[in-house]
Each structure stands twice: as C-alpha cells, then as structure tokens.
C-alpha cells in the first residue's frame, strides 16, 4: 500500500464489495411474526449506535422481499449469532420457506422472533428508517437484553470475505 489512493475512481459495485469485505462483522438474525408466519433474514450489518435511547441499526438492501413484511411486525427480535451457526446463518439468508426449518426460537407476545442458540438477544421496534442509496438504514429501538454469561467459552459468528470466521482472543 504504497501509492496513494487515486480519486475519481470507477467504484463499480464488485470493487466495493470486495473493498468492504476485509472489515469483519458478526452477524445477526433478525426476525418476527407476522400474521401467523415466521420471517426473517441474517445481516453482518448490525452496529451499535447508542445507549440512551437504547439503539441498534441495520442495513438492509432494497431489494429485500423481506423487510417489507419485517417491518410490520410490532416488535422485533435480533439475535447475535454464535460462532458454530455459520450453518443456520446461510439458511437464514436462504429460500425464504425453510429458513427457520429445525431452528430453536421463541416468539415473544408481541411477535419478536429470537433463536435460542445465540449469544445475544434484543427485543426491538423500530425507530427510524433511513434512505440509504440502495439499502434502508434501520435504526431499532431496544425494550429488553439477554445476553449468555460472561464468562461463556462461546465466541461470535465473523463474516469476513464472504466467508465464515470464528474470533481468536488474543488478549
Ligand atoms: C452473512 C450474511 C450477511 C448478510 N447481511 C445482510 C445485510 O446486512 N443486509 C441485507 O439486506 N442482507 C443481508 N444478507 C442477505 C439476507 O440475509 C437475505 O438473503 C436477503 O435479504 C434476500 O432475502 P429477502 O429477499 O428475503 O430479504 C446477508 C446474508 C448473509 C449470508
């Protein structure tokens, strides 16, 4: 990386992607119950964004068939995903019938969808939606927080490359 960065680049979409790519993400399912059926999708977009209010965003493409029916759910559930669910985070992304074929989860009385074998739970509404290009920015409020103990030998789910990573802690 010695040359300088040349501006008025071409930054066609496969370039982007491939750029992005080396940040490393965990992933999310996010997910509900909407009018008696299950849905939901996997994201490596959930961030973090504030304490007070309690926030969380994610990113999704607006080509979702998804989301349109996610977001009419009342609430919401986010689940951060464990390091061996790289399996049932390909499904999630998968044929919208089987996503939730064989996969634990409960269903809060107000619809939010969390799996069971994750590492952290969220109960969401949302807060904002915001035009983001071709993706929604979707900032979710948070109503409740469960989390595995802290002293738990389990890891995160990474996505890096297009690939599935588990975290090595070093220090
Ligand atoms: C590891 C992984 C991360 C993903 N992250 C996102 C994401 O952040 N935003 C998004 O819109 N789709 C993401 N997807 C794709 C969705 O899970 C889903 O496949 C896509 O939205 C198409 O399904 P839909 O039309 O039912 O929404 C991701 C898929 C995988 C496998």
Excluded at 25 to 40: H, P, Q
Excluded at 107 to 128: K, M, N, P, W
Aim: glycine content about 8%; hydrophobic content about 45%.
């Amino acid at each position: 990386m010695t040359q300088q960065l040349s501006t008025n680049q071409d930054l066609d979409p496969t370039l982007l992607r491939a750029a992005f790519g080396f940040f490393p993400t965990g992933v999310v399912a996010i997910a509900a119950e909407v009018d008696g059926r299950l849905v939901g999708l996997a994201a490596s977009s959930f961030t973090t964004v504030s304490l007070d209010p309690p926030l969380v965003s994610v990113n999704l493409a607006r080509t979702s068939k998804t989301w349109p029916d996610l977001r009419r759910a009342g609430h919401l559930g986010v689940t951060v995903l464990a390091g061996e669910q790289a399996v049932v985070c390909r499904q999630l992304a998968g044929p919208v019938d089987d996503r939730f074929t064989g996969i634990a989860h409960l269903v809060s009385d107000e619809g939010a969808v969390t799996l069971d074998e994750g590492l952290a739970r969220f109960d969401c509404t949302i807060y904002q939606e915001v035009d983001a290009g071709d993706h929604i920015l979707v900032l979710l409020e948070l109503h409740a927080v469960e989390h595995v103990d802290a002293d738990s030998p389990s890891t995160p789910l990474v996505f890096h490359r297009s690939g599935f990573g588990r975290l090595e802690q070093t220090a």
